[in-house]
């Protein structure tokens, strides 16, 4: 039986808790909107397709909670933004660490085998990436790794990359292998590419996380959380309600945010306990992710690194959209901005659980002056004569690292296997004072310790 939820009952949501995101130019976390228009056509006659199939939604079934309406918008099969074209770099809506300079992945690389030394240096190394953008950082990495193939010895390294859009995948394809890559032959295969990057690394394309196979693996995801689907809540004297999405009645191809009359299944499992703030964001969906995680690193060893913008469980509004490197309303012709949130990194320490060990969220300044950027900037600089490259240099230096820039609004969060920070025990046994085991090493990048 459909459910006429009548537009009357949906209380109208001003757009009050929305805060403006301040400055810098050009990067995805940033620059004031310099146009904000509602909800209108894009060539004024008719309505783009994805707001037709949302709009035709909404009115069969009702207003829609913001997570469904992200969801849609970003990955929809056929007119989703990321499934459209690569949307990534100076032409497309936003640019990411990886694409600013070589270093950010250079650094990672360095990271994941330290982790991998960290654990005993097993015999096998899946490298998987969830959201790979354009396949920039996966390819800085593993030219890491060939660079350090006298430390990684026979080690049996392999690519298993989870990207959900089919354009992106190409566009990684062509960058990490040329040609060497094929598609399935059917449809339902869970790996839907399968190629050989050209430092000869079997590389394979999954849609879900839980297609990879089981094994060691260091998990990395940038800028992959902060793209998945939220749900949105306002606390009012009635108590928590779900912030979803409508049509306007008063404008013709416009969408509107209201509030559900009575609470939702998600108003009353996803919001916690004691809750302070006013309105929460919540994605649901990043959580079951992280603890797959958890689980896969629990069971198989292993670790992995987050790295995004968000807060510890602090903010409040955060939805927003980027087109063209501005900010765009996020009701505005659907699908053809990016639609992002800030990822919350006290519910994914909460969702992990307590078997996984959780480090961070640290500042990617400190991270990535623990790794050591200054030392390979220094080196970079001694081998580099041209003034304008330079002058790239330290301006890609600059953004990765300037608290007001990207430096101090990116973070790095990392879920190690327990006994990664453990004391290993001694065989003998630790009576034998003399024998006792060594110190763990500690984890590079969290720790001042590392490669400064
Ligand atoms: C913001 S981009 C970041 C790209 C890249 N990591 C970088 O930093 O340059 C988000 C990436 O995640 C992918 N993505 C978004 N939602 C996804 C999902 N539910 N499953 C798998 N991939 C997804 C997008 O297609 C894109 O490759």
């Not at 209380?11 to 909800?39: D, K, M, N």
């Not at 037709?52 to 309406?69: D, F, M, N």
């Not at 430390?151 to 959900?164: A, F, I, Q, R, W």
């Not at 309105?279 to 958890?294: D, P, R, T, Y």
Request: charged residues 20%; hydrophobic residues 35%; contains cysteine.
């Amino acid at each position: 039986m459909r459910v006429f939820l009548g537009v009357k009952t949906y209380q109208l949501v001003s757009r009050v808790f929305i805060h403006p995101i301040s400055p810098p130019a050009a990067v995805r976390c940033g620059r004031a909107a310099s146009r904000c228009v509602h909800g209108s056509s894009e060539n004024g006659k008719h309505p783009p397709s994805m707001l037709r199939h949302l709009t035709s939604k909404i009115k069969a079934t009702g207003p829609i909670p913001v997570a469904e309406y992200m969801r849609e918008v970003l990955t929809n099969p056929v007119t989703g933004y990321y499934v459209k074209k690569d949307v990534l770099g100076p032409d497309g809506d936003f640019i990411t660490s990886p694409e600013i300079s070589q270093i950010f992945g250079e650094l990672v690389g360095v990271w994941i085998v330290s982790e991998w030394m960290g654990a005993g240096r097993p015999g096998t190394l899946q490298l998987v990436e969830l959201g790979p953008g354009k396949g920039s950082l996966a390819g800085d990495i593993l030219r890491v790794f060939s660079q350090l193939r006298s430390v990684l010895g026979e080690t049996s390294v392999s690519l298993h990359l989870v990207e959900v859009s089919p354009a992106l995948s190409l566009v990684q394809a062509q960058n990490l292998t040329g040609t060497c890559s094929r598609e399935a032959h059917r449809e339902d295969d869970p790996v839907y590419r399968r190629g050989t990057t050209g430092m000869g690394t079997p590389a394979s394309w999954y849609r879900r996380l839980e297609d990879v196979p089981a094994g060691f693996s260091i998990f990395v995801a940038h800028e992959f959380f902060d793209a998945l689907p939220i749900h949105k809540f306002q606390k009012t004297e009635q108590g928590w309600r779900e912030v979803m999405v409508d049509t306007d009645p008063d404008k013709p191809d416009a969408l509107r945010f209201v509030l559900a009359p009575s609470p939702t299944l998600a108003s009353c499992t996803l919001v916690q306990a004691g809750e302070r703030r006013e309105h929460v964001e919540v994605c649901a969906e990043g959580g079951v992710i992280i603890q797959q995680l958890a689980q896969r690193i629990v069971g198989d060893g292993g670790a992995a690194l987050i790295a995004d913008y968000g807060h510890d469980g602090t903010k409040t509004d955060t939805f927003r959209g980027f087109k063209e490197h501005q900010l765009h309303d996020v009701l505005s012709s659907p699908g053809s901005a990016d639609l992002t949130a800030d990822v919350d990194f006290s519910y994914l320490r909460w969702m992990a659980g307590g078997g996984v060990a959780c480090l961070g969220p640290i500042s990617q300044r400190t991270f990535l002056k623990n790794m050591g950027i200054d030392t390979r900037m220094q080196v970079l600089l001694r081998s580099c004569s041209d003034a304008s490259s330079r002058k790239q240099l330290i301006s890609s230096y600059h953004r990765l690292t300037d608290p007001a820039d990207m430096g101090q609004r990116f973070h790095f969060f990392s879920l190690l296997h327990p006994g990664r920070l453990a004391r290993p025990q001694h065989p003998e046994g630790l009576k034998l004072e003399r024998k006792r085991s060594p110190a763990p090493l500690p984890v590079a990048g969290f720790s001042e310790l590392s490669f400064s």
